[in-house]
């Protein structure tokens, strides 16, 4: 473990991180705040102007996003672009727009004013909401709110266009209009105050694959503009106020882990077998479409966990069969003949909800979450299963149900499985006959009856990010319990070991696509586990991969035997750490820094 502080003089925010990678730059804050408008009374004579200039802003902000929705397009693809429809509808909207000119009339005050005022009015009662969709569509209001205000004032917002030097961009939160053009522009990373790993700017930087770091609390009122920073967003650092030693350190670590990852992309046509032989798949997880790109640059022997909410966010429909077919087809054609394993809707918890899931809950990782939602909700099932299915003649589709907590649950998606095929059988739609069913392992019931489970099954993939939060009471999102979120917990371990029994006492396959999977220090543990199978996002295969292959799964097995007899997770961390920094110090040098 590298501590920075033996290195030379730094400052630094610890967050969480958002893509892997390493990248220092001049920080550009970006000005995600609405700018302060007063209000002022205006005459009748001016009442007129005022409504032209605000619809005047209306049409150039649309102008603006069509813009960039159509390079969106070009660059990244339909599912990248579509995310600018719901700000495209809002400028539609009649509350905002009559209802900002009918006060402008009515209450005889400045345009600016009127829209900030309606505005509130539109988001107050959605704010209150607990529902991560609601929330969404919250902040997509008032990212066009401010743009139309910076219109309206006459303000030209800090523009990331035509920079001369590459930056790091820093922001409280950054909206998908802001992600969506940094490609072009020298954003060579960046850091948001909030957000976490599903965040929408989480899964953009990685799909740019560009470092981030999500959860900087403090970091644009700390650093200040045009200021050097480094974000280290393997490890989840913002590095600031640092002396030329550290200059240096990281200068040396960039061009390590390029060099580093270079060296592991040679071997990312190679097997994952260990050096006794024993043979893992390597999946890619997914959350859109296009990533399957860099799953397949990266080695990835299938998507090992396709994350179907993401076509499902930031609108105000639900996406239509054929919509998810194409995105289904698309992602299942790429990969051919590798395996794509297709999970069904799995929203609730902290992830966006579709549209109608806007129940506040009190406990939503309790609640209205995965299969749950999906058997309430029968229509929006069987069209997503459909789609799944004629998907499935382009290729090798694997479907997989979140969250089961029961048999009755698996029984019922099998049986809404089969109306799905009924239904596409009876309208002469084609699909494979044979398509293999599994399920998320992620609540301790489903662990505790997991034979039972694996006898209905033709697979199972531990979901280890819930797994750990249900088992030990915590949830995976509240800083203030996160001290007791441990992967490495004598339950966990033990409830890992007991799921791969049960799957080979059934003789079904067993796989993990949690974040663990991706944790370089995890990686022996789940080889002598006896996984089949690991899943976890591309950036992180090459590294899992060379584990793999310089482990012995004999070796592995006797680390868990030994790791299975500690009493305690931080037991379990250290003797894993010591055992890590040994075998593969190259990847130690990447990892450990605090
Ligand atoms: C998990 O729970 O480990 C998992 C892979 O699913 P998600 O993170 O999407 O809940
Ligand atoms: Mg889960």
Redesign the pocket.
């Known amino acids: 473990m590298i501590d920075l502080r033996d290195v030379g003089e730094a400052q630094i925010i610890e967050g969480i991180p958002a893509s892997p990678g390493v990248v220092v730059g001049k920080a550009f804050i970006l000005d995600t705040e609405r700018p302060h408008v007063e209000q002022e009374r205006i005459s009748p004579e001016e009442m007129q102007e005022e409504i032209e200039n605000f619809t005047t802003a209306i049409d150039e902000t649309r102008r603006e996003l069509l813009k960039l929705r159509s390079g969106l397009e070009q660059e990244l693809g339909e599912t990248h672009a579509r995310i600018f429809d719901a700000h495209l509808m809002i400028l539609e909207d009649s509350t905002v727009v009559e209802g900002t000119v009918r006060r402008i009339r009515e209450e005889g005050i400045n345009a600016a004013f009127a829209l900030t005022e309606t505005i509130g009015h539109v988001t107050k009662a959605m704010e209150r909401t607990r529902d991560e969709y609601l929330r969404e569509r919250v902040y997509d209001i008032k990212d066009i709110e401010r743009r139309l205000l910076m219109r309206l004032l006459g303000r030209k917002a800090r523009s990331l266009k035509n920079l001369e030097d590459d930056v790091i961009v820093l922001a409280q939160e950054l909206a998908p209009t802001h992600t969506a053009s940094m490609h072009r522009e020298r954003v060579v990373g960046f850091g948001t105050e909030v957000g976490g790993?599903?965040s929408h700017a989480a899964i953009m930087a990685r799909s740019l694959e560009i470092p981030a770091v999500v959860g900087l609390h403090g970091a644009t009122d700390i650093i200040r503009q045009g200021e050097t920073v480094i974000i280290d967003g393997t490890v989840g650092l913002l590095v600031y106020r640092f002396d030329s030693a550290i200059l240096d350190y990281y200068a040396e670590r960039k061009r390590k882990l390029a060099e580093f990852e270079q060296e592991l992309l040679t071997y990312k046509d190679y097997p994952a077998v260990t050096k006794d032989g024993r043979k893992f798949e390597l999946g890619a997880?997914i959350e859109i479409p296009d990533e399957v790109t860099s799953a397949l640059s990266h080695g990835a022997e299938g998507i090992g966990?396709f994350?179907t909410?993401y076509l499902f966010i930031a609108r105000d429909d639900l996406p239509s069969e054929d919509e998810q077919y194409e995105a289904y087809r698309d992602v299942v054609k790429a990969m051919a003949p590798s395996p794509v394993v297709i999970?069904t809707l799995?929203v609730g918890?902290d992830?966006f909800g579709p549209h109608g899931a806007a129940e506040r809950e009190a406990n939503p990782f309790l609640g209205w979450r995965?299969i749950r939602y999906s058997l309430s909700h029968p229509d929006l099932f069987i069209k997503q299963l459909k789609a799944i299915l004629r998907a499935s003649v382009h290729g090798n589709v694997q479907i997989m149900f979140?969250?089961i907590s029961s048999l009755q649950e698996v029984w019922d998606a099998k049986q809404v499985l089969e109306a799905a095929r009924q239904e596409l059988t009876v309208t002469g739609r084609e699909f494979a006959p044979d398509i293999d069913v599994g399920i998320?392992v992620?609540t301790p019931a489903a662990v505790a009856i997991a034979e039972i489970l694996a006898a209905e099954v033709d697979f199972f993939?531990?979901?280890?990010?819930?797994?750990?939060?249900y088992t030990l009471a915590v949830d995976?999102g509240n800083d203030r319990v996160a001290y007791l979120y441990d992967q490495y917990h004598p339950a966990i371990l033990k409830l890992i070991s007991e799921t791969v029994r049960a799957a080979k006492r059934q003789r079904k396959w067993v796989g993990?696509?949690?974040?663990?999977a991706g944790d370089p220090l995890s990686v022996l543990l789940l080889i002598g586990f006896g996984l089949n199978k690991l899943?976890t996002s591309p950036l992180m295969l090459p590294e899992v991969k060379s584990i793999v292959r310089a482990s012995s799964y004999s070796y592995a097995r006797k680390v868990v035997q030994r790791a299975m007899s500690m009493k305690t997770g931080p037991e379990v961390r250290r003797y894993l750490e010591t055992i890590f920094t040994k075998r593969f110090p190259e990847i130690s040098a990447t990892e450990m820094i605090t």
């Open positions: 790993r599903t997880n966990l994350r909410e999970r799995d918890g992830k995965g979140p969250m998320m992620e993939s531990i979901g280890s990010n819930d797994l750990v939060q995976r993990l696509c949690g974040e663990m899943s």
